[in-house]
């Protein structure tokens, strides 16, 4: 492909112009810096951008809150939560042969919540799941 012009080989490559990779990259590391939990270093000074729009010495943080709209204090922070790895997992999964998790649905179908990721309940008639 050495007469292919570069436009046309990245296109066919679904690879997006460089221009909207860096302004997409930029808008989802804003994003994560307004989530910042209040003992960060960080959060301070990017409370201090999202406030005000500064005329002169505009710096990376003060071009990324202008570019993108975000208002830190609006977006919601979750608190993350932390488990040691020995702790045990709250949910029940299950990997079994197909006659046997056929039988186990039938069985347990009313009983909780069941989440199927590889597509097997689909159009399931007595699953509470549509």
């Avoid at 436009?7 to 994560?32: C, F, W």
């Avoid at 006659?99 to 009313?110: P, T």
Wanted: charged letters at 25%.
């Amino acid at each position: 492909m050495r007469t292919t012009v570069g436009d046309v080989a990245t296109m066919h490559a679904n690879i997006k112009p460089i221009s909207l990779q860096l302004r997409e990259t930029g808008l989802k590391t804003y994003a994560r810096f307004c989530t910042r939990p209040d003992n960060h270093p960080h959060y301070k000074a990017i409370q201090e951008t999202a406030k005000r729009s500064v005329q002169r010495h505009k710096t990376s943080l003060h071009l990324l809150a202008t570019a993108s709209n975000l208002k830190a204090g609006d977006i919601e922070t979750i608190a993350s939560t932390r488990a040691p790895p020995s702790s045990a997992t709250p949910h029940m999964y299950r990997i079994a042969k197909t006659e046997e998790s056929i039988e186990w649905d039938n069985e347990n179908v009313n009983k909780d919540i069941m989440i199927y990721t590889d597509g097997s309940c689909y159009k399931y008639k007595s699953s509470p799941v549509h």
